[in-house]
């Protein structure tokens, strides 16, 4: 059973190693080559310890068992990073081997509950225009597609971004996590 809890900075190693795996699933194809291939695994761990560290920023870690399997990060910044949408879901990865369990379908339920505790209705989240898969999910959970910002020689810039309103009193509602 995979369980989800707020992330410690002595998981920032594993945290980075969850990453460079699931980066390579999602982006091979679309960031350079050296990109994945160079992964710099300490510069990860840092970035995982400096989000931790910041005030209002949460990153959680799935495990499965004591084996860490994925991660997302939910942040509710003091100025809007998109439009004016309160809440950020950033970073959300699972390992491949974990896809299509109902998983991803938990963290998003998870954010959802997230946002409705500290008040908030809705919330964005960013993903690569070219990661199709991505997009799909976002899609089925009740994303709608944003604005988009392609066609960058470097296909790894171009983004897209899916926003997402809660509806609390609606039964069926794709980010509720009943």
Known sequence: ??????????????????????WESAYRGIYPDEMLDNFDYSAHAERFLK???????????????????????ISAPEQPLYKDFPVCLNALYL??????????????????D????????????????????ARAFYEAMGGVLGETDGGHADRGADTCYYEFEIDEDKEDVPCSSD
């Open 1 to 22: 059973m995979v369980t989800v809890r707020l992330a410690e900075p002595a998981d920032a190693p594993e945290l980075a190693r969850v990453r460079r795996r699931s």
């Open 114 to 133: 997230w946002c409705l505790q500290r008040g908030f209705d809705r919330f964005f989240l960013s993903c690569s225009l070219h990661n199709h898969r």
């Open 95 to 112: 390992l491949p081997e974990y896809h299509r369990q109902g998983i991803g379908r938990r963290m998003m339920g998870f954010a959802a």
């Open 51 to 73: 989000n931790m560290a910041e005030l209002g920023k949460d990153v959680y870690i799935l495990e499965d068992g004591e084996q860490p399997v994925g991660f997302f990060v």
